[in-house]
């Protein structure tokens, strides 16, 4: 597969649906090295770009950031790592909500089930497999984030031990938070529903020690019988984990690798990035506008601070200041007079703003009455495309700037987009053109 057969949009798309997709069996059932990991990433990061196995190509954003979900700035590409540990904590969740399939009764007799999994001193002999399953889902960072996910679900009280497992108090069992009372238990090990018995009034619990309590230990075994005496255990119903990702209650892969990202990651949601993958427009074009909101297309400064070497970093329109993105795209003395015509459909005044962000985040946040915004938004990236393809041009091409040319280029692009992608849109192209200002507005009947 030729990387630079496909554009960047293209790319992102294919890299998720096929370089990502192809080896889920086998991140479901075993837990990839870092080596592996790194050869993938290798692999999605350079085709992304448009290299090849012998080219690399610069890679203008990390892929930590690229990793990102699309709110907090991101292309939503799944982290290798995280979309692993998110299929195998399946596993886990299986095996507790499972009722007696074959699969599960051979693991239940083989290495304990479920319940298996936390033992760490386990007797007898392990899988490399187990012991990996194992090492994932308990040992480390992100096993502990899905655990946090899962809260224990008391029914008849057929699974839960009511020392050892934490479904009272969450972040440790009772053993844990009172191990003077557990070590003069004498019910130690000991399911949820042998603790106790229904009587006519409720459930009623019976605990046994092998001593009287000292006085020493009144006031814990207080806070004990504090901490169970509301909990109700029913007549009927299994034991089992209700996922917190989910309003279902059910757990996904999905809603397991959103919660590893809160958890691990370090993005914060972003507005203009929530707003820009809302808009109906090619992903060619959103992908690009990713790239100018990040400053992190090819400009001749930014090819220069990643040590191209290059003759001219004048801009192609102007030939007076270097190109950078603020200037190509905003304050270039050829660009700014189509900004001043566009604010002025909407009877808009101000300063253009400093960055391509912040003047995108004035367009999405304008507030005017009976304005069509989804519209006006996408006439801030249909400029924004033109500019670029039109400085694309004079630079390979040796094309000439043209302002009428430019603007008339992205009047066209938004009109294809409108009778693409918007609901009951039949504006005939010259009646658009020649009336764009009222394009913006809502009719008024």
């Not at 040992?139 to 946090?148: E, F, M, P, R, T």
């Not at 400053?295 to 801009?315: E, F, G, H, K, Y």
């Not at 304005?371 to 801030?380: E, G």
Request: glycine share 8%; with cysteine.
């Amino acid at each position: 597969m030729e990387a630079e057969t496909y554009i960047l949009g293209g790319r992102v798309t294919l890299i998720k649906s096929v370089l990502t997709s192809i080896p889920i069996y086998f991140f479901s059932f075993f837990r990839v090295t870092k080596v592996v990991a790194e050869k993938l990433v290798r692999v999605q990061r350079r085709f992304l770009w448009g290299g090849g196995l012998d080219q690399n190509k610069i890679a203008w954003v990390s892929w930590k950031s690229i990793c990102l979900p699309k709110e907090k700035g991101g292309l939503g590409i799944k982290d290798i790592n995280q979309f692993n540990f998110a299929l195998l904590g399946k596993w886990l969740w299986n095996l507790m909500q499972n009722k007696g399939e074959l699969w599960a009764r051979v693991l239940e007799s083989k290495y304990g089930g479920w319940r298996g999994l936390f033992e760490v001193d386990r007797v007898g002999a392990e899988s490399v497999w187990w012991g990996d399953l194992k090492r994932a889902l308990i040992q480390s960072q992100q096993g502990q984030i899905l655990q946090k996910g899962m809260k224990w679900k008391v029914g008849s009280g057929d699974k839960f031990k009511f020392w050892e497992d934490r479904w009272i108090c969450g972040e440790e069992s009772l053993t844990e938070k009172f191990p003077r009372l557990y070590s003069i238990s004498l019910q130690q090990q000991q399911l949820i529903q042998q603790m106790g018995s229904h009587k006519d009034s409720g459930w009623e619990w019976n605990f046994t020690w092998r001593r009287p309590l000292f006085d020493s230990e009144i006031d814990r075994a207080v806070s004990f019988l504090t901490e169970v005496q509301h909990k109700v255990i029913q007549q009927q119903g299994f034991d089992g984990w209700e996922w917190l990702g989910d309003p279902t209650g059910q757990y996904s892969a999905h809603t397991a690798y959103s919660m590893l990202g809160e958890g691990l990651e370090s993005g914060i949601l972003d507005d203009c990035y929530s707003k820009l993958w809302t808009l109906k427009v090619p992903s060619k074009v959103t992908v690009f506008v990713w790239r100018l909101l990040r400053d992190r297309l090819p400009t001749r400064l930014n090819l220069q601070r990643r040590q191209v070497q290059l003759t001219d970093i004048s801009c192609p329109f102007c030939r007076i200041k270097e190109e950078d993105a603020t200037h190509l795209f905003l304050h270039c003395s050829k660009i700014q007079p189509l900004w001043w015509e566009t604010m002025s459909w909407l009877n808009l005044k101000g300063a253009i703003p400093l960055t391509p962000k912040q003047h995108f985040q004035q367009f999405i946040d304008i507030q005017v009455d009976g304005a069509r915004l989804k519209r006006w938004q996408c006439w801030w990236m249909a400029l924004m495309w033109s500019i670029w393809k039109l400085r694309n041009s004079i630079v390979f091409s040796n094309a000439t700037f043209n302002a009428n040319k430019l603007f008339e280029d992205a009047t066209f692009i938004l009109w294809t987009w409108l009778r693409n992608f918007e609901k009951d849109f039949s504006i005939h192209f010259n009646q658009w053109s020649s009336s764009i200002r009222q394009g913006f507005y809502f009719s008024r009947g």
